[in-house]
């Protein structure tokens, strides 16, 4: 695996005024499953141990920025269920201006992904995504109200199972804007991307759409609408596919505790792309097809409470169709996590989750819920202790998708001030 930004970002830091002081955290955790592979028979318990680092580190505005944000983890199993591993899952940004209106933008994204959402989340069906991107974008302002910008972009993606596709993207970009208001602007853009294959399949998408972005005193609203064409040739067969694309942001802060989100994107793409990156709950099935139609939605709400509670409530949707195979699949469902502080140093946690999925190919459905209560504990300045348990459920039109898990987690996280 490649980490070409990380150097590149750290580099990128120092030429900003100040830095604000980065956080680390260095912990260990412990977790007990009595299902640790995920059968629906012959049950293994096990005992993962786990040592991880955590960062986040973000420069203050100047010329130049950068944000790091990540975690490494490292495993072992006392059993020996599955071998030793180490997880990596964060990202590291920068971007300096170059001249009056140039800018240069490095970004790097690492996460441990799903290979196939028809099977349990357990190591032997995780591979980790790396995504590499870099280019420079170029705004020219016409007048006071209009300007264009010019942007292009290599974008490098990696896995580190080697039977899953590698790829290099090359992307295009020419974006028209109008500021009608100081609170209200739309526009034209039009963007053409090449991307290669490491099985030697290309593919380009060509997409054209209008723009638009509105900010009221509490809402804020912007997104984008137009149509898309995929183009794909493998050992000279071509194949092409066009439809409708776009994509939509809404935040509303309710009152000064509590604000609403909604996100929405239907594109054309690959399996390759940072798709799944953006959006957490969508997976790819990374199989044989090799252009796919996705959709997808995520909304909800967070809200504190005067006593100090936490409450977050998430929906999510997503369907993907395979523009190669006759492969579909929609995914729905919800999560919600409660923080209720019991005395100064002690919260009580509560989190919840239902999931659906629906595969067409083999007409079949699965249903996951899943269940976890716990407690933190401050027990100094930089430490803290926490105790959960949990119990998570899968039921399956084909029976040898289904699964019973009941675990039990320990941790200690130090914070390094």
């Not at 705004?139 to 292009?152: A, E």
């Not at 053409?192 to 759409?209: F, K, P, W």
């Not at 252009?291 to 998430?314: A, I």
């Not at 195979?325 to 509560?350: C, F």
């Amino acid at each position: 695996m490649h980490w070409p930004s990380l150097p590149l970002a750290f580099f990128i830091a120092p030429a900003a005024v100040t830095a604000a002081p980065p956080e680390v955290y260095v912990g260990f955790e412990s977790r007990y499953s009595d299902n640790v592979e995920l059968r629906a028979n012959q049950e293994q318990s096990d005992l993962e141990n786990t040592v991880f680092l955590r960062g986040n580190y973000q420069s203050d505005p100047g010329r130049c920025i950068a944000i790091i944000d990540g975690e490494i983890a490292y495993s072992i199993f006392a059993e020996n269920t599955f071998d030793p591993e180490t997880r990596i899952n964060g990202g590291a940004f920068g971007r300096c201006e170059l001249a009056q209106g140039l800018t240069w933008e490095v970004d790097n994204q690492v996460r441990e992904v799903t290979r196939s959402s028809r099977q349990a989340d357990t190591p032997d069906n995780r591979t980790r995504k790396n995504v590499f991107t870099t280019g420079p974008s170029y705004l020219w302002r016409l007048s006071p109200r209009d300007s264009v910008q010019f942007s292009t972009r290599y974008q490098n993606t990696e896995f580190s199972d080697p039977e899953d596709r590698d790829s290099d993207r090359y992307t295009g970009s020419v974006a028209w804007n109008h500021l009608f208001s100081r609170d209200l602007s739309a526009g034209l853009s039009s963007s053409i991307s090449d991307v290669e294959l490491d099985n030697g399949a290309e593919i380009q998408t060509t997409t054209v759409n209008t723009t638009f972005s509105k900010r009221w005193a509490t809402t804020t609203l912007s997104g984008s609408v137009g149509v898309s064409e995929i183009e794909t040739e493998l050992n000279n067969i071509q194949q092409s596919s066009d439809g409708f694309v776009g994509d939509l942001a809404l935040t509303r802060a309710l009152d000064s505790s509590a604000s609403v989100f909604l996100r929405a994107s239907r594109e054309l793409t690959d399996q390759t792309s940072n798709y799944d990156i953006q959006f957490d709950e969508f997976t790819f099935e990374l199989t044989d097809s090799i252009t796919v139609e996705v959709t997808s939605v995520e909304t909800g709400l967070n809200k504190s409470f005067s006593n100090g509670d936490l409450l977050s409530v998430t929906g999510f949707a997503s369907r993907t169709d395979s523009l190669d195979t006759a492969e579909q699949e929609d995914r729905s469902g919800i999560r919600t996590g409660y923080t209720r502080r019991v005395a100064p140093s002690l919260s009580a946690v509560a989190n919840a989750r239902y999931e659906y999925l629906s595969f067409e190919s083999d007409q079949s459905d699965d249903e996951i819920v899943g269940l976890d209560l716990g407690l933190t504990y401050q027990a100094a300045r930089n430490t803290e202790l926490a105790a959960k348990v949990g119990r998570t459920e899968r039921t399956s039109d084909i029976p040898n998708q289904e699964y019973e898990e009941n675990w039990i987690l320990l941790s200690i996280d130090y914070r390094f001030r």
